[in-house]
């Protein structure tokens, strides 16, 4: 019966240790035996002790690396999969995963006020996941007809019918029924849109809001879609909820208008809803005068709509609150995670300016003849260090050293380097002496190019470790561009004339004075 072949490697694996250890052994005990030979008998053991000793630093040293890198790789991928979840099943899930994202984020924003109106809405979000009842949101201006249209659906009186535009100046919501749908429906009547001065752009902001917030969405119109109506369908349509347009006031035009309407309509939405989800409605005809009597109210002609609405809610109701669940999910991490970057942008800038008064302080106070641009204007390897760890990102110092020296040589390879300091020479060509200004002209010149190798670093670690499409190259340019702009430049210098120049002068005078004579005795 033969060994299975794992029995096989671990005999073998056991016999090659043996001979390794029987081999270095051996040679531990030739190299005591020649140093007996060499030296008194009382310094063997130290020697040989100091010697393995030195050996095994060395060693460490050379390996630390390598070890530390392979921890890392693997303890990384470790938390990776403990913490990576399992793929959401459906919606829900997916909702409930973004939620939990938004959870760590919130950990980690300093700003209380931004931090408290993140988890308030979180908090809504989160309570969306419980709630019964189908959100639909109706959307118009204010002559459309839309709060005549929610009175007819809920067959009483809800709002203020033929006021003037404006009276809608909050969302109210009223609560209905359909027939064999399982759950409620929840209306909301919007503020009108489209409406003149400040107070109308602030109800239109609220009706945009609950309009985002919304399972299904109705826009009312009364007519063909004007250029200023048509872009607010659009930007409905660009929200990804499902879309019912509704052409109300059928009643005050025939027949072969209302098809002629309805087909332009189609036409124009063509693309963006189905055909079948534009419809045609009469929410308050007029009332025909009756000789002798009292005029006759007709009922509205609600019937298309309803069906309509009924046809979609049976159909797609459930995928339609998951959706919106979900995209509601998405934008609260989506907004976290900008919240996050803002900061982690404030943050690098100030370690961008720290380090860029330090190189120009360095420069200052080393007034060396033919400096190394290059190497003052590559950002030390700290800074990246600090730059990559604010953006959740551990360099070891070789790697930001390699990055640095990079981005130096780019700066020089593109001109920056003399470019910016033409910039600065000719920006400080003020009366000062010849000495402290060649001296001002490095240093701000070399704080400067800092601050420019900088911020290329925080587009570098903002774009996860990617330089993009253009390159290294094509970022330190633009932001030289962006530097070199009349604004950015005069606001470096006036913080540099302060920081460096004044400085520079006050240690020029207090090294021009005589000696003080000594006092008599």
């Known amino acids: 019966m033969k060994a299975p072949a794992r029995l096989w490697l671990w005999i073998g694996g056991g016999l090659l240790v043996l001979v390794v250890f029987t081999a270095v052994l051996q040679a531990i005990n030739n190299l005591i035996w020649q140093l007996s030979y060499l030296l008194p008998a009382w310094l063997v053991g130290p020697f040989t002790l100091l010697l393995f000793g030195g050996g095994a630093l060395l060693i460490a040293r050379v390996a630390w690396p390598w070890l530390e890198g392979w921890r890392r790789k693997r303890s990384g991928s470790t938390s990776a999969g403990a913490t990576s979840a399992a793929p959401p099943s459906n919606r829900q899930e997916a909702a409930q995963q973004q939620l939990q994202a938004v959870d760590q984020l919130l950990e980690r924003i300093r700003d209380a006020v931004q931090r408290e109106a993140l988890q308030q809405e979180r908090e809504r979000v989160a309570a969306e996941l419980e709630r019964g009842d189908l959100v639909l949101v109706v959307f118009g201006t204010g002559s459309a007809g839309k709060t005549s249209l929610i009175r007819a659906l809920l067959k009483d009186v809800v709002g203020r019918v033929g006021a003037a535009m404006g009276s809608t100046d909050a969302c109210v919501s009223y609560r209905l029924r359909l027939q064999n749908l399982n759950r409620g429906i929840r209306l909301v009547d919007t503020p009108g849109i489209l409406e003149a001065g400040d107070a109308g752009q602030r109800r239109e902001q609220l009706a945009r809001k609950q309009a985002a917030e919304a399972d299904l969405l109705l826009l009312v119109v009364d007519g063909d879609l004007r250029a200023a109506e048509q872009e607010v369908f659009l930007a409905l349509a660009q929200l990804g909820k499902r879309l019912l347009l509704v052409l109300n006031k059928c009643d005050l035009r025939g027949s072969d208008e209302e098809r002629r309407l309805l087909a332009l309509l189609r036409r124009r939405c063509q693309g963006r809803i189905a055909p079948e989800d534009v419809i045609a409605a009469s929410a308050a005809p007029q009332s025909v005068p009756m000789p002798g009597g009292k005029p006759l109210q007709p009922e509205p002609e609600l019937d298309a709509l309803l069906r ?55 420069i200052a106070a080393t007034p060396l003849p033919g400096i190394d641009l290059l190497g003052a204007a ?21 790697s930001a ?50 601050r420019v190798a900088g911020r290329s670093f925080i587009t570098y670690f903002q774009q996860d470790q990617d330089w993009g499409d253009g390159g290294m190259q094509e970022v330190v340019q633009r932001q030289y561009d962006l530097n070199r702009r009349d604004s950015a430049l005069k606001s470096f210098l006036s913080a540099a004339f302060n920081r460096v120049v004044e400085p520079l002068q006050r240690q020029q005078k207090q090294e021009q004075l005589p000696p003080r004579p000594e006092g008599r005795r």
């Open 308 to 362: 309509r609405i009924a046809q979609v809610l049976h159909s797609d109701g459930e995928e339609l609150i998951a959706d919106n669940i979900l995209m509601q999910s998405r934008r609260l991490s989506e907004t976290g995670r900008r919240l996050l970057n803002d900061q982690r942008q404030q943050d690098a800038e100030a370690v961008v300016d720290r380090y860029s008064w330090i190189s120009a302080g360095v």
């Open 401 to 450: 050293q390699e990055l640095a020296v990079s981005v130096g040589r780019t700066l020089a390879s593109l001109g920056v380097i003399k470019g910016g300091m033409g910039l600065i020479s000719a920006a400080l060509s003020v009366n000062l002496p010849a000495l402290v200004l060649s001296r001002a002209v490095q240093a701000v010149g070399a704080g400067w190019l800092t």
């Open 378 to 398: 590559a950002v030390n390897a700290q800074m990246v260090m600090e730059i990559g760890r604010i953006h959740g990102v551990s360099l070891s110092r070789s």
